[in-house]
């Protein structure tokens, strides 16, 4: 009697719900939403008032030569009033209106096949996760994948 070997990754993936086409997308917005509220965040030190009390080191050493004016760099600038991508956006169809700006760009659709990149490591991938969809490369990503991404932290 010959009984087939069978993949054990296949087997558990039979076991496992699988998500549909308007799920996987659902859960990609999420995750992107998710990765722009946690790329962009208001300074947390910009209402902080200095203490009179604290040594003023750098101005003594400056103080040897004369008082000098205290001057802002341009990093304070950009880190101090710097705005989210739809903001950007906003701001670019309220100074333009007229085409061509963000909104009415376009460009024709491409000739050659669209690449499909890791989830896990960003390196090409040839490997689809079975329930959620997302792509992986290498059986070391799917182990992490399937550790700490797939199906969690989702509604």
Same mark, same amino acid.
């Given at each position: 009697? =010959?009984?087939?070997?069978?993949?054990?990754? !296949?087997?558990?993936?039979?076991?496992?719900?699988?998500?549909?086409?308007?799920?996987?997308?659902?859960?990609?917005?999420?995750?992107?939403?998710? !990765?722009? !509220?946690?790329?962009? *965040?208001?300074?947390? &030190? =910009?209402?902080?008032?200095?203490?009179?009390?604290?040594?003023?080191?750098?101005?003594?050493?400056?103080?040897?030569?004369?008082?000098?004016?205290?001057?802002?760099? %341009?990093? @304070?600038?950009?880190?101090?009033?710097?705005?989210?991508? /739809?903001?950007?956006?906003?701001?670019?169809?309220?100074?333009?209106?007229?085409?061509?700006?963000?909104?009415? /760009?376009? %460009?024709?659709?491409?000739?050659?096949?669209?690449? &499909?990149?890791? =989830?896990?490591?960003?390196?090409?991938?040839? @490997?689809?996760?079975?329930?959620?969809? =997302?792509?992986?490369?290498?059986?070391? #990503?799917?182990? $992490? *994948?399937?550790? $700490?991404? #797939?199906?969690?932290?989702?509604?």
């Amino acid at each position: 009697m =010959a009984t087939g070997r069978e993949s054990g990754r !296949l087997k558990d993936a039979n076991q496992k719900r699988v998500l549909d086409e308007a799920a996987r997308r659902r859960r990609m917005r999420k995750a992107l939403e998710a !990765l722009e !509220l946690d790329n962009f *965040h208001d300074d947390p &030190h =910009a209402d902080l008032v200095m203490s009179k009390k604290v040594p003023k080191f750098q101005e003594t050493l400056e103080s040897r030569g004369g008082r000098k004016k205290k001057t802002r760099s %341009a990093e @304070y600038y950009k880190q101090r009033f710097r705005k989210t991508f /739809a903001q950007l956006v906003e701001e670019d169809q309220n100074y333009n209106p007229d085409p061509p700006n963000y909104i009415t /760009a376009q %460009a024709a659709p491409s000739k050659v096949p669209e690449r &499909h990149f890791c =989830a896990v490591c960003g390196f090409i991938s040839n @490997y689809k996760c079975i329930p959620c969809g =997302a792509r992986y490369c290498s059986v070391r #990503c799917l182990g $992490t *994948h399937l550790d $700490t991404r #797939c199906l969690k932290w989702t509604a």
